[in-house]
């Protein structure tokens, strides 16, 4: 069960960081998605922490203003979103791949369809 929060109205050139419980799982067995989908458009891949912590993954419309982290005390994985753009406004979803023998989760870590748990969305709007 994975729950998000952090989202909000934020004018452009402001931030916001989204957080992403996992309430029931150790966050160090999973590998981590982010991704969002505004209105009329696609789902599309935004960040991504794999299950060590070690390697992070950005899209390029977001390189140089998100990071994504995690805090494996708290269960909890963070997008944190700074010089924040009008074309960034989406309803954003955190998703948890679950790593275990025989999966290769850097063949699928851009596709939100193949992760193993996802949460409910987060409301992100900036104002221009």
């Known amino acids: 069960h994975l729950v998000e929060s952090g989202g909000g109205l934020v004018q452009a050139g402001g931030s916001l960081r989204l957080s992403c419980v996992a309430s029931?799982?150790?966050?160090?067995?999973?590998?981590w998605g982010w991704f969002r989908q505004a209105p009329g458009n696609e789902r599309e891949f935004v960040a991504a922490?794999?299950?060590?912590?070690?390697?992070?993954y950005l899209a390029d419309s977001v390189k140089g203003r998100f990071t994504i982290s995690r805090d494996t005390a708290k269960f909890t994985v963070y997008l944190q979103m700074n010089r924040m753009k009008p074309e960034d406004s989406a309803i954003y979803y955190c998703?948890?791949?679950?790593?275990?023998?025989?999966?290769?989760?850097?063949?699928?870590?851009?596709?939100?369809?193949?992760?193993?748990?996802w949460g409910q969305g987060t409301q992100v709007t900036v104002s221009s």
């Open positions: 998703a948890a791949y679950e790593v275990l023998y025989g999966r290769d989760w850097s063949k699928h870590r851009l596709s939100y369809d193949d992760y193993d748990y």
């Open positions: 029931g799982r150790t966050v160090s067995n999973y590998a």
């Open positions: 922490i794999s299950e060590t912590g070690s390697d992070l």
